[in-house]
């Protein structure tokens, strides 16, 4: 049997602080903005649903990492709770906070689980929205401040750093059009969200050049845009809709620049970056991390602010309860084109996985989840392809261990191979769990 996957190649699940820990406010934690907005009947889309218990990880911890262990997982991705460790963002540390952390770090090394950390997956503390959030540009001094808390207290043990998760979803989804916290619909904001998270990226890596001494990189999500058709409007808007996407925060990091489509897109809302910003953002990163989940078929659209372009849905393709279509050659692309595009960086994937309805645990605690199974058998073999391509992919985090909150969607959208009864905190291996530990323990042979 042949595989494509390198020998080291870093089989992993990835979850988020706030979608699984629970009990955000215990021993010390200060509130987060997700606190707040799921919290919020008028901002959050499943309401009453919140991150008050999850998936009990925070006292579950041990079980869970032993779960991880009987699965193979070479890796795991988690993010820490900034507010867990800094309960006021900046200033006073928590030890109590800082301490899960070092704790599920040294029960990772203790089950032979390499640890990639992410420092933050959206749970900015309230204690800095209060002072205006990513609007205010001092964010990149905040960040920088948290990231070298960590980066002292857990570099050596945590080789593998993530600054931000997904900075286009932080600026779409929290100050564009509000459905993630902190709930913003204010085009005027985006741009300048952008720009602070990606000078707080910039603060960050250069705090961890002072005190780190292994990888750091950016996690960003990336949808191949494929023109629907060859008319000139149509290969605009998909060169916006790339730009708007899956270039707004590469472009900075890596080649210090943004791309000029934005303007367009922003209009008169557009805001530039200095020479001083666009330095700032640019630092040299040790890999990129791409989540993927989908692509977009894309078309002109005047009417769909701002972007002026809409995707096309697909009538013969499967698409996920989140009604994403599911398109594994995409991730070939995607990371071909980073590869091509931004220099031949070292990549994980960080992200990639899919929810769908899951049958009721049967009886016998089994539950079969094919299309899940399917999605990732293609998905990984399409990272496959990338790597015979000449994509320098070293590793794959599985979106998601466990079943979780799905942000504002709650807990109906379940990504997890493991499944999570909500009632009874009782995980069960889904099939797509079996099926991932053949792939770990054949390094993907099994595929072929
Ligand atoms: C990730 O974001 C998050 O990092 C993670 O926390 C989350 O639980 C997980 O994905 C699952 O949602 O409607 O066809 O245009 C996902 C980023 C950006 C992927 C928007 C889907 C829209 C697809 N998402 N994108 S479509």
Redesign the pocket.
């Known amino acids: 049997m042949t595989t494509s996957f390198p020998d080291d190649f870093l089989w992993g699940c990835a979850t988020?602080a706030y979608?699984i820990e629970g009990s955000p406010l215990a021993d010390g934690a200060g509130a987060s903005i997700w606190q707040r907005f799921s919290h919020d009947p008028r901002l959050m889309a499943a309401k009453g649903e919140t991150g008050d218990i999850a998936c009990d990880h925070y006292h579950r911890m041990a079980d869970d990492v032993a779960m991880m262990k009987e699965m193979g997982l070479k890796a795991y991705r988690f993010s820490a709770a900034w507010g867990r460790v800094l309960p006021d963002g900046i200033g006073r540390v928590n030890e109590a906070g800082l301490g899960f952390y070092e704790r599920l770090v040294d029960t990772l090394l203790a089950n032979g689980i390499e640890p990639l950390c992410t420092l933050y997956?959206w749970d900015l503390p309230a204690a800095l929205d209060d002072k205006g959030g990513w609007l205010n540009r001092d964010s990149a001094e905040w960040f920088a401040e948290y990231g070298r808390t960590m980066f002292e207290r857990l570099d050596g043990r945590v080789k593998k750093w993530v600054t931000l998760?997904?900075p286009w979803?932080i600026t779409d989804g929290g100050y564009l059009h509000g459905a993630l916290a902190p709930g913003h619909k204010n085009v005027f904001e985006a741009p300048i969200a952008s720009r602070n998270l990606m000078r707080a990226h910039g603060a960050a890596v250069k705090a961890y050049r002072e005190v780190g001494k292994h990888e750091i990189g950016l996690v960003v999500?990336l949808?191949p845009k494929y023109a629907a058709s060859e008319s000139p409007d149509d290969k605009a808007a998909t060169a916006r809709a790339t730009a708007y996407m899956n270039r707004q925060y590469l472009d900075p990091a890596i080649h210090g620049k943004c791309p000029a489509e934005l303007a367009e897109v922003f209009g008169e809302a557009w805001v530039d970056w200095s020479a001083e910003d666009l330095a700032l953002a640019k630092q040299k990163i040790d890999f990129v991390g791409v989540?993927y989940?989908?692509r977009?078929v894309t078309r002109a659209d005047p009417t769909n602010w701002p972007l002026a372009a809409n995707?096309v849905r697909q009538p013969l393709a499967t698409y996920t309860t989140?009604?994403?279509?599911v398109f594994p050659r995409g991730l070939t692309d995607v990371l071909l084109w980073v590869k091509d595009n931004y220099g031949d960086p070292a990549i994980y994937i960080t992200?990639n996985g899919a929810a769908f309805f899951d049958p009721p645990v049967a009886e016998q605690g089994r539950i079969e989840d094919p299309l899940r199974v399917s999605y990732l058998r293609h998905h990984i073999a399409a990272v496959g392809k990338a790597i015979e391509q000449g994509a320098d992919v070293r590793g794959y985090m599985l979106?998601?261990l466990l079943d979780n909150l799905?942000?504002s969607l709650g807990y109906s959208k379940r990504?997890g191979i493991v499944h999570v009864n909500f009632g009874t905190q009782e995980r069960t291996l889904k099939d797509s769990a079996k099926f991932y530990r053949e792939v770990i323990a054949t390094n993907g042979a099994c595929l072929s």
Request: aromatic fraction near 22%; charge should be negative; charged fraction near 25%.
């Open positions: 988020a979608q997956h998760n997904e979803v999500n949808e989540n989940y989908t977009n995707m989140t009604d994403w279509e992200e979106w998601s799905e942000w990504f």
